[in-house]
């Protein structure tokens, strides 16, 4: 059912390097064992650790890189310094060169977007790349993008966006319409930015086969109101931060609750199996991974800080981008949406579009 | 201790109007007795509801209002309908005429701005409102300003957005030296909006008595890393409702987990008393209260659909802003500020200040 995909895995990246991938990528193999990696980064490094997952062994191909990014290089200079020779670099560019369906890494996400920018380039009438995450929701997951790639876009871009999304959240979620909100405020006065209004005027106006669910507020996120969230990446990316930061918060508030008496000392006990539950559905790592969306083939950026089962799951998002053809949805779907706006007769529809 | 302070009161806004407002006012009278109100709305209304609450009758004096601005009222049109006489508008003129020391109304957040603007004024050299936050953390209470106030400013309005969310923070806190830090975004490539570094820069450098701690990001508020966080308003509002949004999806990710099994309901009924400190520490009710910065007079803006409780904190939090002289206190700072800026001699710096 499956065919066997090639995943590039950038083995030197995150804080903790291959003693994260490595385990990663066994615990991927155990649920997809078609796999095949390419695992670049320091032959001498990887070798010793790989003995250990001979799974992993069998399945992979070292490609020696001499050069590691530093999760604190700047883009600028993770560029000058890894260009051609990095862990970072080689992996995105086995995708270019069709040596791998998708690249994996834990490194720093200035450099992963700006060699990534530059390797594979943005699609066609697409002029910002975004980053798009899983976000968990009362309803299941929703997509949310940009979560930080680009900062301060235009309403073309922000459909470009929605355009991107509803296509992956088609290839993630196998869903067949995804609605899609575009990210907005509610203080009444100026219900938004401009850019924000116009994207909105374009989605509903548009023939566009996109479900166009109108404006959503900060809350409907994690209410899970549609599947696919739009927003700028400054926006975007407070937002995410924001909501990690109360989900530590509230659940610090809570394990102190639990632990000031005995009542409630002996209260989680009974529940501990209810508490599992709980921390299991806030476990960032089970929806660990940005989707690079935009470019001419797929980057996922794990977190850096993630241990083997969180990079295990953005293996697993790799699979689901792979093997679905999200690159090829987006750009017909791009291509749809390019060529109606081109065709569209009202002349300050198609300045706003042409932008 | 106290001084009786005089509270004016749109007794009409929000979802319940004098349903809430006035056992609100009975509650804060419980804790503050030399409160005095002046109740705007409807004379009819009102007069059966405060039967009910002898102790706000005797605290209180009803100015009849013919006109209440509905909850879905553009700015526009409370405008048109509502100047000069409803409660909203009148309740805010009885701060400009010094008849009351602060205004609070739980109606429609942009009519309320827009009628503040126009009877209060912004203060000398602050051209953009903000409304300011009361942010539970970690570490206690924070501010976060601006929630939704203005979209899009420039770095010399952020730079008086610190200026009075310091200000604000040692009345509020009665804190000698508030941190102050601006919300900004992770990527390392772009490290934020122009407008946020060069606001930095200028907190940084300038000779300002403000404790600027740098940059902060989204998680860094429900830490309590800062005192006081800066932020433009739109982005401000999605953090503000996506915290919010988050806080909601937990508690009911909790409430499903502890009912799931007969363990769990045991272990709850252990630990009742722990999820009511939870709850308790989690009850948007307790920091109900968003207060309009940069006018010449305080006005508090409670959450439409607060229940009396809700209504009381945004008393309580109108007292500690009148008694301690908040508008007062900013504007010394403000100038001093704006003096310091124009002292400088950089061009570039009297550049960036004087935009």
Redesign the interface.
Known sequence: MTRGLTIALDAMGGDNGPGTVLPGAELALVRQPDLTFLLFGDEAVLKPVLNEYPRVAAASEIVHADVAVAM?D??SQALRRGRNKSSMWLSIAAVKEGRADVAVSAG????L??MAKVILKTMPNIDRPAIAAIWP??RGDSIVLDV??T??VNAKQLVDFAVMGEAMARVVFGLKEPSVGM?N??????K??DEVKEAGRILRESNLPIKYYGFV???????GTVDVVV?E???G??????????????A???RN??S??L??R??????????K??RE??DPRKSNGGVFLGLNGIVIKSHGGTDAMGFASAIDLAVDMGRNGLVAKIATDLEMFHNAAASQSDPAETKAIAL
């Open positions: 604190d700047k883009p720093n996400t200035g450099a977007m700006a929701t009362l930080g790639a900062i301060g990210l405020i509610g203080v009444e006065e100026v938004g930015l507020e900060g809350d409907d996120i994690g209410k927003v990446g400054f926006s990316n407070i937002a995410l931060k924001t909501a990690e930061g109360t989900a530590k918060q509230i610090e508030f809570l609750a639990m000031r008496s009542m409630s002996i209260g989680y006990i009974f529940a501990r199996n209810a508490f539950m709980l559905r806030l």
